[in-house]
Each structure stands twice: as structure tokens, then as C-alpha cells.
């Protein structure tokens, strides 16, 4: 069997394996530097895929105990959905008495939660959180669904782990996507858009 040498400094470049026989293709990375928003135009959500992942890495928000969220647009930027996702979520962290879970859900919220729902990521130094959003077929003709999953370490010091269940009772398609903190800046973090080939 031959052994090949990457050159990983130059970068590698199209699908790598995934899990069930599919292949994530990386499609865009953005760093995040104070931005009020990081945004995955109709450029990069296609019909190509019929699931995206948004992993986000590394990230620190200028509002101690703040969280990010995202908000989808049916016509790439120039309007967003901001109320009707339903969801539900389950956190817990490394500060409750035997690391019981908390749980709750609604039909109500104004954007998909992310990161830092329940507890917020801290600002202090070494707190930051990272977390995958999977994005289940946006050009469905059916409702879109969303799963967030995350951890950080939030403001009181704890580690902090949610997963979070999310919907949009909605038969129009989604091209593009919009990331922002509920409150000041996303100061630091990397975010990076697959999608998933099968």
C-alpha cells in the first residue's frame, strides 16, 4: 500500500469523506473581525446540496453573556425571516448540581439560535464557544429544518453544552444566510460553509 504526503500548508481542496458514504465540500470560510454580521450568499447555497453544514469556530462576542443567532432570506439578502422558527432545546453545563438537563421550546423566536441560548458565551479571557449548524434541504418544498450544536465556555465560567431543534413552517426556499450576535459585535471567530455531497 502506498503512502501519499500531503502538503497541508497549501491547503487541501476538494470532497473529503463524511459520514454515510457522502463527502463535505467546502464551500466558503469567512473570519469573523468586530462584523456585525457574517453572511453565505445565494453564491454558495445552491440546489447542488440538499444538506449544508455551517461550522463556527473560535467565537468571541463583545457582549458578555450574549449569543449569535441567524436569520434565512428567500431572495439573498434583501429581506430576512425574523419570527415563526419553531424550536427546541436541550443545555445543560458543567456549573448545575449533578449537570441536570434544561429544556424547553416555542413556535415564536425571531431567528435560529446558534450559540449561547440558555447560558452566554463569556467574554473573559479563554471563554469563547464553537458549533455546527446543519441546514436540511433549503430548496425543500416542504418545511426547513435546522439542527444547532454547541459549547462554550459562557459568562459565569462554565462549560457549557446545547443542542437545539429548529424549524420554519415554510414552502419557500432559502439562498442565504445571516449570522449576528443579539447584541454588539462578533469580535473574533471563524465560520466556514460545507456542503454535504452524497
Known amino acids: 500500500m502506498a503512502i501519499t504526503k500531503l502538503n497541508v500548508a497549501q491547503g487541501i481542496t476538494g470532497v473529503l469523506p463524511g459520514a454515510n458514504g457522502g463527502g463535505l465540500v467546502k464551500l466558503q470560510s469567512q473570519t469573523a473581525s468586530s462584523s456585525s454580521a457574517i453572511t453565505f450568499s445565494s453564491t ?26 441567524s436569520t434565512v432570506s428567500a431572495n439573498n439578502g434583501s429581506s430576512y425571516t425574523t419570527s415563526g422558527y419553531y424550536y427546541w432545546r436541550i443545555f445543560s453545563n458543567s456549573g448545575t448540581s449533578n449537570n441536570t438537563l434544561s429544556s424547553g421550546g416555542g413556535t415564536g423566536n425571531s431567528s435560529i439560535a446558534m450559540l449561547g441560548t440558555g447560558v452566554g458565551i463569556g467574554t473573559a479571557t479563554d471563554e469563547h464557544g464553537s458549533g455546527r449548524l446543519t441546514i436540511f434541504d433549503p430548496f425543500s418544498a416542504d418545511s426547513k429544518l435546522f439542527i444547532s450544536e454547541g459549547l462554550c465556555i459562557g459568562n459565569g465560567g462554565e462549560l457549557v453544552q446545547q ?36
Open 44 to 69: 454558495y447555497i445552491t440546489t447542488t446540496y440538499k444538506k449544508y453544514y455551517l461550522d463556527y469556530t473560535n467565537v468571541v462576542i463583545s457582549s458578555d453573556g450574549g449569543n449569535i443567532s
Open 163 to 198: 443542542n437545539i431543534y429548529q424549524g420554519l413552517v415554510t414552502s419557500t426556499t432559502i439562498n442565504n444566510i445571516k449570522i449576528s450576535p443579539n447584541t454588539g459585535t462578533i469580535v473574533s471567530g471563524e465560520f466556514t460553509l460545507f456542503g454535504v455531497a452524497t
